[in-house]
């Protein structure tokens, strides 16, 4: 597995662990009736399934997918880099603001929120982008080797 | 991959895109306010990322992954996955579409959503029904030829 891959796939875990703590808290919050508690619901589903299964599922495909051609296996790896950085840290961004726009809106917090926002998109588009071209078949020399 | 997988894949990717395009539109506007009716948008976001990205996703790399039936490299029958591809995306389409429509032009019918859940679980049913018989140990194939 390459580094990119261990990176996006160790993130991963690190979000799982982080809405899972997050998702805990809501539910103990429920429980015990402790008010304010629910603007973090958003950032709990995202950080679940942008933070945790997109990342995990971009992660593995940059690693299994057909590789590219023998000299570039696995295309421009700049594109899942910068998937990589703009994911994690829209996400980050979001965890903070989305609440605090939330306690104060229509503040610099929501400016924030909007970055965030811009973040995570970009991110998607370049992970898109880095996967595209990798959604191919097997190579026809290989396959006849195969067949052989 | 086979070639209903690239088309499996690469139209979750466009799910993907779709579907976080409009979630950021979402979470700028809940920031900066400027534009509420994009919340019509909120269903179709969330019918593209659950069904059409992480769904079909799942469905077709497991059609290009999972064990083989046989040692000739036997996938089953593809006819299924066509029939789960086509009701998948022609149910997640009217479920995303419905909302922003209803709302452009003044209110539909209910009857697109209550397809779009009939075509999710022909899409379902589909899938399982192909899927079922491969899911089996790795080399089961190649000793089965053996046996």
């Known amino acids: 597995m390459q580094r990119q891959a261990q990176y ?16 805990a808290l809501l539910l103990i919050g429920q429980g015990l009736q402790i008010g304010g508690l629910g603007a973090l619901l958003p950032v709990y589903y995202h950080l679940l399934m942008l933070g945790w299964a997109t990342q995990l599922i971009g992660g593995v495909a940059l690693w299994m997918f057909p590789v590219l051609s023998r000299e570039r296996p696995r295309g421009d790896e700049r594109l899942g880099w910068f998937a990589y950085g703009a994911l994690n840290s829209g996400l980050l961004l979001r965890a903070v603001a989305e609440p ?16 965030a926002a811009l973040l995570q998109t970009l991110a998607i588009w370049a992970l898109v982008l880095a996967l595209w071209p990798r959604v191919k078949g097997r190579p026809a020399p290989q396959r006849r080797q195969e067949g052989s | 991959m086979p070639p209903v997988s690239r088309v ?29 009716w994009l919340w019509l948008l909120r269903p179709s976001h ?50 995303a579409l419905h909302p922003p429509l209803a ?16 075509l999710y679980l022909i899409a379902a049913v589909a899938a399982v029904a192909h899927i079922w018989r491969r899911v089996r140990p790795f080399g089961a194939a190649a000793r089965d030829v053996q046996a």
């Open chain 2, 103 to 118: 709302a452009l032009l003044g209110g539909l019918p209910q009857w697109p959503l209550a397809a779009a859940g009939l």
């Open chain 2, 46 to 95: 969330t019918h593209l990322l659950l069904v059409g990205w992480t769904v079909q996703l799942a469905f077709g790399v497991a059609v290009w992954i999972m064990p083989r039936l046989d040692a000739a490299g036997n996938r089953g029958n593809i006819g299924l996955v066509w029939l789960c591809y086509g009701a998948l995306n022609g149910g997640v389409a009217l479920a």
């Open chain 1, 100 to 115: 605090a726009n939330a306690a104060a809106p229509r503040s610099v917090w929501g400016v924030l929120l909007a970055l």
């Open chain 1, 8 to 23: 996006f796939i160790k993130t991963a875990l690190v979000q799982l662990l982080a809405a899972m703590l997050l998702g």
């Open chain 2, 8 to 36: 499996m894949v690469r139209t979750a990717l466009i799910h993907l895109a779709l579907g976080s395009t409009i979630g950021g539109l979402l979470l700028a506007e809940k920031g900066l306010g400027l534009f509420p």
